[in-house]
């Protein structure tokens, strides 16, 4: 089984080597070869008929994969306008530029990457040197007024660490230090990302 990812250029540093590992547990016999992909205006997924052509492409040709994963945020830009209004909104979209096709999988980190790192805050805490209290609530409500990439910034700034937080960096320092699951059983559309990869390669979904 091959399979493109579409993701952020930073997420991948962040994230690939962990989703490996994690998928390693759970198809030991069946991994899937995977391909992270970046493309798109300041490393976003494209939007319209560019992210229609890019599937396309992915899915042709001697190279060309079983599936596409589309995996976003849902974004608010510096100027204040959204790409989309949440998760559904995000997932819909992307089925509707790239169109009727089986193999093409929409997937949103709501409202974003960081979001999934909220339930490790106590690693967080640590590496930012400060005791600033967690956000309350389920991580993947942490919306577009005060992003959780926002809320680790801050306590990044407020901490004794002296910098700001770097996803690329600090991201894959507390993945490390932490079991994935945790955060799949906190944030369902992480759940429903890892799930399409372990049912497409012949694994079981997570319950």
Known sequence: MKIAILV???TEKAFK?????FLK??????MPKLKFVT???GGRIPKGNK????????????????????LTDVYTDTKGIRDFEDAEDAKKKMREWVGNNP??????????????????????QKLAKHNKSAPSGNPEKVNHDN?????IKEIFELGKSSRSYNKARDAKKILE??????????????????????SLSGGNAIP
Not at 25 to 30: E, G, K, S
Not at 183 to 191: F, H, N, P, R, T
Request: proline share 7%; charged share 20%.
């Open 17 to 21: 080597p962990i989703l490996i590992e």
């Open 147 to 151: 992003p959780p990439s926002q809320r």
């Open 177 to 198: 230090q932490n079991d994935l699951m945790d955060a799949i059983e906190a944030c369902s559309e992480l759940k429903a990302f890892i799930n399409t990869i372990l």
């Open 39 to 41: 493309s798109g205006s």
């Open 51 to 70: 992210l229609k052509r890019q599937v396309e492409k992915l899915m042709s040709g001697k190279e060309a994969y079983d599936a596409v994963i589309a």
């Open 8 to 10: 952020e250029g930073s």
């Open 25 to 30: 547990r759970y198809l030991p016999q069946q």
């Open 103 to 124: 193999k093409f999988y929409p997937h949103v980190a709501s409202y974003e990457f960081e979001a999934w790192l909220l339930p490790f805050w106590s690693t967080i």
